[in-house]
T-cell receptor, first 113, second 111 residues
């Protein structure tokens, strides 16, 4: 079946530094990848999505590029803010996106002053 | 932005108890989903629905039933609750199965 791997459970960094969160996936179908962000005691919200190979997608200062050759969809930001502290999920829709998403375990980002 | 509401927001029950979690979306989305969120497991799909009267099994359906009574309303039923079902439950809706909009979640504690 489909699977998503996020290698970092926790990332701690100082405000203003860059960040990259890793996401790799496995599916036998044409993938549609998503990044969701969940702030403390809130619902997950869509941050980015892509199904186009080698095209960078951006939103709110975050960006990611789907690379089908390496099955990756890493999330990056050039300068993190305190408000970026949150839980970030990578998610995959493989076979049929209407059948729900397969989520990674999530990466918690903590940004310090 | 799509509006998804859940009730109750918090629930405590005992082992063997009967629990119903409610979800309503007001955007006439076709697709609705129930997920549970647990530390170390991320979000896992329990059941989903394509429309009123339709029900599909997700990845972790054991111990759960669901009903989609209308386009707006999707319920998750735990008829014999167990401590392993203590979790944070999210409902989500989607117009076409693409972007999903999540509700605020329900915290369930089974003693």
């Amino acid at each position: 079946g489909d699977s998503v791997t996020q290698t970092e459970g926790l990332v701690t960094l100082t405000k203003g530094l860059p960040v990259m969160l890793n996401c790799t996936y496995q599916t036998t179908y044409s993938p549609f990848l998503f990044w969701y962000v969940q702030h403390l005691n809130e619902a997950p919200k869509l941050l980015l999505k892509s199904s186009t190979d080698n095209k960078r997608t951006e939103h709110q200062g975050f960006y990611a590029t789907l690379h089908k050759s390496s099955s990756s969809f890493h999330l990056q930001k050039s300068s993190v803010q305190l408000s970026d502290s949150a839980l970030y999920f990578c998610a995959l829709s493989g076979n049929n996106y209407a059948q729900g998403l397969t989520f990674g375990l999530g990466t918690r980002v903590s940004v310090f002053p | 932005e799509a509006a998804v509401t859940q009730s109750p927001r918090n629930k405590v029950t005992v082992t063997g108890g009967n629990v119903t979690l409610s979800c309503r979306q007001t955007n006439s989305h076709n697709y609705m989903y129930w997920y549970r969120q647990d530390t170390g497991h991320g979000l896992r799909l329990i059941h989903y629905s394509y429309g009123a009267g339709n029900l599909q099994i997700g990845d972790v359906p054991d111990g759960y039933k669901a009903t989609r009574t209308t386009q707006e309303d999707f319920f998750l039923l735990l008829e014999l609750a167990s401590p392993s079902q203590t979790s944070l439950y999210f409902c989500a809706s989607s117009e076409d199965g693409d972007t999903q909009y999540f509700g605020p979640g329900t915290r369930l504690l089974v003693l």
